[in-house]
């Protein structure tokens, strides 16, 4: 599959700004661990294959583990995920797929037991954020070299 544009070179200065929406979250107090498993998992629903590439990747130099990695596709259904990682997870199928039903009252709710106010607004942005380079990346057929 060949690339079809370079968002980056067509337009720097977006590039510039979604990046420095990286920073911001790179600066929060949110786990680097938990923002692995956003990542990994709004890419995943989105088939975004440059970004579970990366991402897998990060996480694994981060100290994740394959098992766990490999069972994000079912996180509901795996004991290899705690409560506060499996809300954390339902809150980015949720938002990833807002179509569907937006963040449910319920998940919502469950959330507010585990994350702050502050956490929980740090995690709808790292959703949004992983979505933007997702779509980015599969509009334009991203690939690693």
């Known amino acids: 599959m060949k690339q079809r544009i370079s968002i980056k070179e067509l337009e720097p200065n977006a590039y510039k700004a979604i990046f420095g929406l990286e920073k911001y979250l790179n600066s929060t107090g949110l786990d680097k661990g938990l923002r692995n498993l956003v990542n990994i998992r709004a890419s995943q629903i989105n088939g975004c294959a440059y970004c579970i590439e990366m991402h897998t990747g990060e996480a694994l130099k981060d100290g994740e583990s394959q098992k766990r990695i490999f069972a994000l596709s079912a ?9 506060k990682e499996k ?3 339902a809150i980015t199928d949720e938002v990833t797929l807002i179509a569907d039903h937006g963040l449910t009252e319920d998940t919502f709710e469950g959330a507010c037991k585990f994350f702050t106010q502050n956490e929980i607004a740090q995690i709808i942005i ?4 992983i979505n933007i380079w997702n ?7 991203m690939f690693h070299e």
């Open 75 to 83: 996180w509901w259904e795996s004991p290899l995920f705690t409560e």
């Open 87 to 89: 809300m954390l997870l």
């Open 126 to 129: 790292q959703i949004g954020a």
């Open 135 to 141: 779509r980015i990346a599969v509009s334009t057929h």
